[in-house]
């Protein structure tokens, strides 16, 4: 059984920088999209970014281009990390990790239904 932990939220002021990590277990040696997904308050969840692990492709979001960052721990490949640099108001929300096998279409997903397992979520609150 996929395992997703997220860590890394908390409150930081809008220019300021975060590093979210989402660790992964049970993937038992297959191949799997990770997507990062947040949702403020009476909004629906959003994209953030997706990585497909066995050829290192990346999609951004639009909102987060430019400033976010997605990558793959250098030490522990089931650990991905979402680098938010430049924070604004509106990126304020709980973000959760969400990990599917690896699709046949050339690309990771962006929308929540193509991920089947899901984390718990990490608060990331961004105030002056």
């Known amino acids: 059984q996929v395992q997703l932990t997220e860590s890394g939220g908390g409150l930081v002021q809008p220019g300021g920088s975060l590093r979210l990590s989402c660790s992964a277990s049970?993937?038992?040696?297959?191949?799997?999209?990770i997507g990062w997904f947040r949702q403020a308050p009476g909004k629906e969840r959003e994209a953030v970014s997706c990585?497909?692990?066995?050829?290192?492709?990346?999609?951004y979001g639009d909102s987060v281009k430019g400033r976010f960052t997605i990558s793959v721990d250098s030490s522990d490949k089931d650990t991905v990390h979402l680098q938010m640099n430049n924070l604004e108001l509106e990126d304020a929300g709980i973000y959760y990790c969400?990990?599917?096998?690896?699709?046949?279409?050339?690309?990771?997903?962006?929308?929540?239904?193509?991920?089947?397992?899901w984390g718990q979520g990490t608060q990331v609150a961004v105030s002056s």
């Open positions: 969400a990990a599917d096998p690896e699709a046949w279409d050339d690309n990771c997903g962006m929308r929540p239904h193509e991920y089947q397992f």
């Open positions: 990585i497909r692990l066995s050829v290192n492709r990346i999609l």
């Open positions: 049970g993937f038992d040696g297959e191949w799997y999209d």
